[in-house]
C-alpha cells in the first residue's frame, strides 16, 4: 500500500519527530510504499495569495509545491497527519496546507451547480489517520475547547470531502508524561502501522 505522510514540526529533536520515525518503522516493516512530504524541510509556503484565490476560483493551483503534492497524493491509498497541537490548533504550515491542497480540481471537486456537494479526487484513499501532541489534558481539551481540532480537521475537512474511516490518535500532557510512558507510546505507534492493512 501507498502511505503518504503529511509532517508539519520544525524542531529536529521534537517528539513528533520520535512520532514519524516509530510510524515510517513500522510502516516499513508491513512493506508498505511510505512517502513523506515534509513541510517544513520542503519550505512550503502556507499564505493564501490573491494569485491562490484566483486559483481557488478556477480550480487549477498555480503554487509549484501545491502541483507537486497534487501529483503525489492521487497515488496515495492511505494519508496520516503528523503535528503538535498548539494553542488548540495546528500550526500554520499544516493549515496552509489545508487552505492551499484541500482546494477544488486537486482534492476534490463539486457534484452539483450550487458547488455545496464534494467528491474525493483522491480516490485511492481507503484511510485518513491523524496523530496529534499536545500539552493539554484530554479532558480539558474536550469541554472547553470544544475539541476543535477533531470539529475542523477530522469532520470539518475529511468528513465534508466523504471519507468514512478516519482515525484520530491524541497524545497529551506531552510534557508532563514520564520518558517511559513516550517510549510506549512510540512502541505501541509502531506496531499499530506494522499492522495496517
Partial sequence: MRVVIVFNHPYSGSFCHAILNAVTK??????????LIHLDNDGFNP????????????????????????????KAEHLIFIFPIWWELMPALMKGFIDKVIFPGVAYDYTNESNTRMKPLWTKVKGVTLITTMNTPKILYFTLFGNAIKRAFMFGTFWKLGYKNRKWISLNMVKMVSQEK?????????NK?????
Wanted: glycine share 2%.
Fill in 26 to 35: 513500522g510502516l516499513q516493516q508491513a512493506q508498505h510504499d511510505v512517502v
Fill in 47 to 74: 499564505v493564501m495569495t490573491a494569485a491562490d484565490l484566483k486559483a481557488f476560483r478556477d480550480k487549477s493551483p498555480v503554487d509549484s509545491k501545491v502541483i507537486e503534492y497534487k501529483e503525489t497524493l492521487e
Fill in 182 to 190: 513516550r517510549k510506549k507510546w512510540l512502541v505501541n505507534l509502531e
Fill in 193 to 197: 502501522f506494522a499492522a495496517l492493512a
